[in-house]
């Protein structure tokens, strides 16, 4: 499995951006395919996650009502619409997928085995 990344940057306080996630090397009907960002001297924590296979997702408290994962089953992207952007929402954001998991890991970033390398977020206040 390989995940690709992108969409990160530097953009003002309440502004949006738009992270892509492009996966390959299998058929992903079965995975859950996770958000989770880290900024320096913190640990990685989840921000959203959506089921291949019916579209499930979920959230972080501190991003509901703000941020939106969504897929495109033709392209095998993930992606994550992020508005009012916060200076907060400063990390680095990495894409991860795994099979079969069930909702109790869905947030838990030790559950996950593939990841993408990574796209910074800045929000300037």
């Known amino acids: 499995v390989q995940l690709q990344a992108s969409g990160g940057g530097l953009v003002q306080a309440g502004g949006s951006l738009r992270l892509s996630c492009a996966a390959s090397?299998?058929?992903?009907?079965?995975?859950?395919m996770g958000w989770f960002r880290q900024a320096p001297g913190k640990e990685r924590e989840f921000v959203a996650a959506?089921?291949?296979?019916?579209?499930?997702?979920y959230y972080a408290d501190s991003v509901k009502g703000r941020f939106t994962i969504s897929r495109d089953n033709a392209k095998n992207t993930v992606y994550l619409q992020m508005n009012s952007l916060k200076p907060e929402d400063t990390a680095v954001y990495y894409c991860a997928a795994d099979y079969g998991l069930i909702q109790s890991q869905i947030a838990n970033h030790n559950e996950y085995d593939y990841w993408g390398q990574g796209t910074q977020v800045t929000v300037s206040s």
């Open positions: 090397g299998r058929t992903f009907s079965s995975y859950a």
């Open positions: 959506i089921r291949w296979s019916g579209g499930s997702t």
